[in-house]
Structures are given as structure tokens and as C-alpha cells.
């Protein structure tokens, strides 16, 4: 989908105030734009979009929790209640435009940062701390939100989608797959195997890669020579880069790129232009590869503060519904909060549980060994 | 079909047309599978009988395929995915072990990966380098995996069918060097359990155990020894995750003695597991050490030296005259 400069540009909104730049500067990719850094609504010849004011508010409300949700997890792992945590503080447009642009029998491949997304599909956000808590390696259902389980390995789930949406091609369904990896997992050749077999197959795949400009500490430069999006050319479908802090423009790009892949028009690249604010996990340390400069630049194109711009500026949300959001919001992280800390730790049994579906002998033996070697203590006790 | 004589090629062509046509979900999958019919003509004529939708041509990548037979299974699928030799595994070796051996239990038993990967393993057929090699200890040592090795025709056929049916990922090992050896095959037979062990020739002396192109071996073996007054029995293993140790330890406690053959390099090998595990189970009944043949703790050579970097009938033999002398 590139950019026609003859296709007749849609009349601005009326209610806008001010004209926004053009989405591409000299010598810069073309970056689709929606909502500008300053919450001005602007047009693109490409991506339109029409959302009610009540639809405008739900995505700023989801964008609110979701960084709540994120912030409080952050207090938990530093509080101990939580080994790890890795923070999607930046990018909460760029998930939960895309995660609201799916359909409930689409499917999602999330990597491991998934927050807003795995909200945007239904999963109870406590049960995403079980596996950063430790009492699992993940553990919902993935089927019961279409939502796969966090993958850890960089870019693994790039093929698993590819193979799911060729299943669901198979199928003859006209639903489509949506495949989340970072700008690391650019490097990866199983995202380049992937590109390849969604490609030959015309498999009904989005890949959504939220550049985030940081691979723990290695910047965008490391892994590529070219915008990423444009790596979608050289496998043969469209590549698109988006502004990743634009919930608008991200819903709508991820919407036209969801519904091509619906009608059997193959997969495609939408590069989620982003930053990630916070650290690559609790474990990181940011201050050792990073300026604060280039964070305070960042901080000016927030994702939430540009639609709150919006919303007030279009008298689309008032005071009351931001007070009750806070509370809202409030009420979430106390949810959150109580909920992992009285997270249970799974029963020692559990080690030897669902290894195999229909059952191995050496895991019964260890299990029967392991059970009489604990119970062997309970006889000491006694 | 019912009972005929079957190259283990054309038994495993059979399994595969008998899963496509009983179950909808089985796909195959892999490098020229589809109108070449496989490197080995294993998948000879089924593209045509099932169509490109079934019998797919991937691209040349085998962790583009098994990464998208986990997909396809997530979906509900089952594949059977053809690797087209043993050394060409290794960029899926990730995939396998990371993703597709882990993520049923990651899951806590919600999903279920019933995919079946087809390995044509182990040497003695003149090949360049990467073409002769026996990995299984590398996968077999990886819990959620299920590895398994038919010897003969019979146990191809109906070993790749239970493979197929399993809810687990199986990493079926099939030995390229005995592909055209003929053996009966009933398709209509009963079958054992995948994972138990058999016994191809009783005897009183001493067990030899091995799996896949060893069994062979070993049985060739066993009879060379009779001329010499020696009972030797063979049990064909079978299975190399999980391994039927009761029926090891059965057989030892009667024989007393123990050698393992594979083909594989015998450091940290399957040999060194069971000769673990059976020291453990009959310390009092063995008369002596558990001793294993088979590859050195080399690179496998080039094809004009693995005669003897392979186990033979005398380095078999060889390591029997040392069990029995203790």
C-alpha cells in the first residue's frame, strides 16, 4: 500500500482545529498519522477513520487501564511479588489500536509484552503474572480469546502464526491471524522464514512489529539497514509504517491490513513506529545505553496524552469521565494487587503434570519417586 | 491389503496414504514431498492422490516447517512433517525443543501438539557428509518429546499410524540404510503398545539391545554367535523416548548380560542411559558390566571410512566375547 499522491485526499474533519503536518518529512519514511503528537485529527489518503466519541473514549479508557495495569505490576516486581516484569509503558496505543482492530475469531501470536492486547482479547489481566510471578509458564486457555501464550523465544512465533493462518485459509474460514514481534526479532530468521511461507502460501497473516526502537540495549541501527516495513517489499507483500503512539492510525492501519488478510489478499507488514519508555524488564538497566533526552523527545508524542488532547479539545469526554476512570483505574490495580498476592504457589505434583498429552513412562517413575521421597518426610514429622 | 511383503519405503508410503485417507486433519509436509515424492519416493504418488493441500511442497527452510506445523496443529491439524535427512534437522532444532516439545505443558494441558516428524537417520549408505548421522540421544534427551525407530516394515506401518494418532509430538526415526528391506506387513493387524520393546530372537547368554538399522545388525549377529555355542538374545527397543526398561531388565535378569548397539556416538548416547539405569535395576543378577557399541566421539566420517566407524557384526561380536568373559 503505497501512497498515491494523485488519489483524491479526503476532506478534513470539520471540528479539526488546525491543520496537521503532512505525515512525511523530506528524507523521512512515509509514517501513516491519524492524531498528531499535539491531538490534532489529520487525513490520510490511505487509512481513514470514523469513530464516535463514546468508541474514542473506550480506547482511551483501555489505553488508561492498560498502563495502570502495567505500572502496578512494575510496583509488584519491585516489591518482590513478582520475579520479573516487562513493562509496555510507551506503547499502549500501538497495542490496543491493533488489539481492538481485531475480531473475536481472529488469532493472536503475542510475544511476551502483550499487555494491551491480551486486554483487548478478554484475558483477565492477572493471569498474565502468573508466569512473571512463577507459578507457570503461562497457563490460560489459549483458545478461549484466540490469544496464544506468551512466546519468550525472539520471534518463534512468527512461523506459529503463519502455520495457523495457513490452517485457516485450509479451512476456507474468513478469519485472519495476527503475528506481535519487536524490532530485535527483525533479525530473526524465523520472522524471515515466516515472511517467506506467509508469503508462497498467501496466508492470511498480519505482522504487526512494534519497533520500539530498543532491543534490550542494542537501537534499531543494529538490526537493520532499512525501515523495517520496507523489508516487506523483497518477500512480496505491502509494508506499511504506522505512528505506533497514534491509537487512531494504528486501529485503522491494522483494521485494512486484518481485512485484506481476510479477503485472501495475504499477509502484510505493519511496522508499529513506537519507543519503549521504561526498561526492556525490571531487570534492565536503560541508563547504561540510553539518553534521558531521547526519552523527554518521547515523552512529548505520549500515546494516551495526545488522545486526551483530542477528546477535550472535541469536548468528547468531560471531567466526570475522567474521575471515574481514575477510580476505575484504581480499583484495577488493587484487583491486580490483591489478586497476586494471594496467588497461590502450584502444588509440588504440578512438576510432572501435562508433559505429555497421552502420558510417558519415565515421567511416571520420577513422579512415583518424587512423590514417596516427599511423603518421606511427612513420615519423619510425624 | 492385507498381509504382503513391503520395503519399509513402501510401509511407510502405505501408513501415510492409510492416515490421509482416515483422518482429514493429517497433512504432509516438507521438502520435495509432492511431485518428486521425497528424496526416498516415501511420499511417492501421494501429492497426487491428495492434492497440494495435503501433500505440501515447503519452502527450504526446516524451521519455517516445523514452526508452521505448530501453527497448523494449533489449528487443529496433524502433521506429519518430512525432514529430508538427519544433519538438516538442526535449524528446527529450536523450534523442537523450545516450542513444539514445551508448549503443552506450558499451557497446562490445554492445547496439544500432534505433530510427527520424520527423520531419515543413520548411515552406511556411501553419502556425503550430513547425510549419515543418528541425533536421536539430542531430542531423546528433551522431555515432552517422544521418539521412536521402526526396525523392519511391519513396525514402520503400524508405528508411524499410532505416531500419527498420538497427542504428543513423535520424532520418528526411519533407517534410510534398511529402507528396501522387505518384510511382511498386515494392515490389518493388531498392534502393540508404540513404546514397547520386542523381542526379535530369544536367548539365554547374554541381550543385545539396539533399535532402527542396529536391530539387523545384532540379529545377523546373534546367529554368527550360535555357531559358536552362544545364546544370544535381541530385544528391537523400538522406542528411544520413553524407553521400555521392563522389558530390558527382564530379559537381564534372565540373561545376565547386557551390550547396546547403535549407530549413534556411544558418550552420553542412548546405550549410556540404559547401562545407567540397568546397573541400577539388576546390580545382583549381572555377571558383568553393561557395555555399549557404537559411534566414536567423532565427527561421522567421510563414507569411505564408516565401515569402520560403524558398529558391525564383529564389534558386536566383539564386545559379546568381552561380556561373556567376566
Known amino acids: 500500500m503505497t501512497v498515491d499522491s494523485t488519489a483524491a485526499r479526503k476532506p478534513r474533519r470539520s471540528s479539526s482545529k488546525r491543520a496537521g503536518k503532512p505525515a512525511a518529512s523530506p528524507g523521512q519514511p512515509e509514517l501513516v498519522q491519524l492524531l498528531t503528537p499535539e491531538g490534532v485529527r489529520v487525513e490520510h489518503p490511505d487509512y481513514s477513520i470514523d469513530l464516535t466519541p463514546e468508541e474514542l473514549r473506550g480506547l482511551y479508557r483501555d489505553m488508561v487501564l492498560t498502563r495502570r495495569f502495567d505500572a502496578e505490576a512494575t510496583t509488584l516486581q519491585r516489591q518482590g511479588e513478582l520475579g520479573l516484569w516487562a513493562s509496555l509503558l510507551g506503547q499502549e496505543a500501538a497495542q490496543i489500536g491493533s488489539g481492538r482492530a481485531t475480531r473475536p475469531d481472529d488469532y493472536v501470536f503475542p510475544t511476551y509484552r502483550e499487555h494491551g492486547v491480551a486486554w483487548c482479547r478478554g484475558v483477565d489481566p492477572t493471569n498474565l503474572l502468573g508466569m512473571f510471578r512463577g507459578v507457570n509458564h503461562g497457563g490460560w486457555d489459549p483458545n478461549e480469546n484466540n490469544f496464544h501464550l506468551y512466546t519468550i523465544v525472539i520471534g518463534s512465533q512468527a512461523l506459529h502464526a503463519t502455520g495457523y493462518a495457513m490452517g485457516v485459509a485450509k479451512d476456507g474460514a474468513d478469519s485472519a491471524v495476527i503475528a506481535y514481534f519487536g524490532d530485535g526479532a527483525s533479525s530473526q530468521g524465523d520472522v524471515a522464514e515466516a515472511f517467506t511461507f506467509s508469503a508462497v502460501y498467501n496466508a492470511p497473516v498480519v505482522f504487526f512489529c512494534q519497533n520500539n526502537q530498543w532491543a534490550i540495549s542494542e537501537p534499531t541501527e543494529r538490526q537493520t539497514r532499512v525501515p523495517l516495513y520496507q523489508r516487506a517489499q523483497g518477500y512480496g507483500f505491502p509494508g506499511v509504517r504506522v505512528d505506533g503512539n497514534d491509537v487512531l492510525a494504528v486501529l485503522a492501519v491494522t483494521k485494512a491490513a486484518l481485512e485484506r488478510a481476510r479477503t485472501g489478499q495475504g499477509p502484510m507488514l505493519i511496522e508499529a513506529f513506537t519507543y519503549r519508555m521504561g526498561a526492556h524488564t525490571t531487570s534492565d538497566d536503560p541508563t547504561k545505553y540510553r539518553r534521558d533526552e531521547e526519552r523527554e523527545q518521547w515523552e512529548a508524542k505520549d500515546p494516551i496524552l495526545r488522545l486526551r488532547a483530542y477528546l477535550e479539545s472535541e469536548g468528547n469526554a468531560d471531567e466526570t469521565f475522567f474521575a471515574e476512570l481514575e477510580t476505575e483505574a484504581d480499583a484495577l490495580a488493587k484487583r491486580v494487587r490483591d489478586a497476586v498476592r494471594t496467588m497461590p504457589d502450584p502444588d509440588n505434583m504440578a512438576i510432572f503434570e501435562n508433559i505429555y498429552a497421552d502420558g510417558h513412562a519415565l515421567v511416571d517413575e520420577e513422579r512415583a519417586q518424587f512423590a514417596a521421597y516427599q511423603a518421606s518426610f511427612a513420615e519423619e514429622s510425624n | ?326
Open chain 2, 1 to 326: 491389503m492385507a498381509a504382503e511383503k513391503l520395503s519399509i519405503v513402501k510401509a511407510i508410503n502405505a501408513s501415510l496414504r492409510t492416515a490421509l485417507e482416515t483422518d482429514p486433519k493429517v497433512l504432509i509436509m516438507g521438502e520435495d514431498v509432492g511431485k518428486l515424492g521425497g528424496v526416498f519416493r516415501v511420499t511417492d504418488g501421494l501429492q497426487k492422490d491428495f492434492g497440494e493441500d495435503r501433500v505440501i511442497d515447503t519452502p527450504l527452510a526446516e524451521s519455517g516447517i516445523v514452526g508452521t506445523a505448530i501453527g497448523l496443529a494449533l489449528r487443529g491439524y496433524r502433521p506429519v512433517v518430512e525432514i529430508q535427512f538427519d544433519g538438516f534437522v538442526f535449524p528446527a532444532y529450536d523450534q523442537i525443543v523450545t516450542q513444539l516439545a514445551k508448549m503443552h505443558a506450558r499451557a497446562l494441558g490445554k492445547i496439544k501438539l500432534p505433530v510427527v516428524i520424520r527423520i531419515p537417520y543413520g548411515g552406511a549408505i556411501g553419502a556425503v557428509e550430513h547425510h549419515s548421522e543418528s541425533p536421536e540421544a539430542l531430542f531423546a534427551h528433551v522431555p515432552g518429546l517422544k521418539c521412536v525407530s521402526p526396525s523392519n516394515a511391519a513396525d514402520a506401518y503400524w508405528m508411524l499410524q499410532q505416531a500419527i494418532q498420538s497427542d504428543d509430538p513423535v520424532i520418528f526415526f526411519e533407517p534410510k540404510r534398511r529402507y528396501h528391506d522387505r518384510s511382511e506387513v498386515d494392515t490389518e493387524a493388531i498392534p502393540g503398545p508404540l513404546h514397547a520393546a520386542r523381542t526379535a530372537r530369544q536367548g539365554t547368554d547374554l541381550t543385545l539391545a539396539a533399535y532402527g538399522p542396529m536391530v539387523k545388525t545384532c540379529l545377523e549377529a546373534a546367529a554368527a554367535a550360535e555357531e559358536e555355542g552362544k545364546s544370544l538374545e535381541v530385544l528391537d527397543l523400538r522406542s528411544m523416548s520413553p524407553i521400555d526398561f521392563d522389558a530390558i531388565q527382564a530379559s537381564v535378569e534372565k540373561t545376565r548380560r547386557l551390550v547396546i548397539v547403535h549407530e549413534a556416538p556411544v558418550f552420553l548416547g542412548t546405550g549410556s542411559e540404559i547401562a545407567a539405569r540397568i546397573t541400577e535395576r539388576c546390580f545382583y543378577h549381572l555377571e558383568a558390566p553393561v557395555l555399549r557399541v557404537g559411534g566414536y566421539h567423532a565427527p561421522y566420517p567421510p563414507s569411505r571410512l564408516e565401515d569402520e566407524y560403524l558398529p558391525g557384526l564383529d564389534r558386536v561380536l566383539d564386545a559379546v566375547d568381552r561380556a561373556l568373559a567376566y
